[in-house]
């Protein structure tokens, strides 16, 4: 059953180490005979450190979708800099792109736009990118799903892993359990787009964030 807690900056977890139950399962991987892997990524930064830490484990299949991002050039640019990020470091990765589809996600927040970041429409967005992935990944018989967004220490751990677990569940699927924030996961994202040189948002992609950033930015000024 979801509990809804309320929070700003989300830097880890009280309930449960995902960080732990993620290294669980990479360390009971056969290097041999790699499982299929449906990554969703919400942008290159992101998927930086985390396919660094994953990579050698699965044989992976990134999703970008993304109907949060409700500026087509923004979109447009997330995707282009993971592209390049994918070819520049050379991994054996296949990008899967979605339809670029921001009304489903205006629809889904109908209500809630006065919400500050960090409140149930994040979580609502959440479960409408993770149900995406955990659909197309049993469509296309992968053996597990999971995302990249636990990297941020804006994005609530404890819901994205629920969520999966949950979707893991309903689609019979494996879900790859993480908080890949920990360890210096984040830290870790941030050298990696230094050093490649990789276009880092400061905002998460929809419009009410972005105004959120906006007025946030006007008022240290």
């Known amino acids: 059953m979801f509990k809804y807690k309320k929070y700003n900056k989300y830097e880890g977890d009280d309930w449960m180490n995902y960080n732990l139950e993620c290294e669980k399962i990479l360390n009971n991987i056969d290097l041999n005979s790699k499982p299929s892997l449906l990554l969703h990524a919400c942008c290159a ?3 930086s450190s985390v396919l660094e830490k994953i990579s050698k484990y699965f044989d992976i299949t990134i999703l970008f979708y993304n ?13 282009e800099e993971l592209e390049k990020f994918i070819k520049l470091v050379g991994y054996d990765i296949k990008l899967l792109d979605c339809n670029y589809d921001k009304e489903k996600f205006l629809d889904m927040s109908k209500g809630l736009e006065d919400l500050k970041e960090g409140d149930i429409r994040c979580y609502k967005c959440y479960k409408l990118r993770l149900e995406e992935t955990a659909r197309i990944a049993k469509l296309h018989d992968f053996d597990y799903f999971t995302t990249t967004l636990s990297i941020s220490p804006y994005k609530n751990s404890k819901w994205l892993n629920e969520i999966g677990e949950e979707l893991s569940l309903k689609y019979n699927i494996n879900y790859l359990y993480a908080d890949f924030k920990k360890k210096n996961g984040y830290k870790r994202s941030i050298e990696l787009s230094y050093i490649y040189n990789l276009y880092r948002q400061d905002y998460c992609g929809c419009i009410y964030s972005k105004v959120e950033r906006i007025k946030h930015l006007q008022d240290q000024k």
């Open 67 to 79: 109907p949060n991002i409700t500026d087509y050039k923004e979109y447009l640019k997330r995707h």
């Open 45 to 47: 930064p992101c998927s």
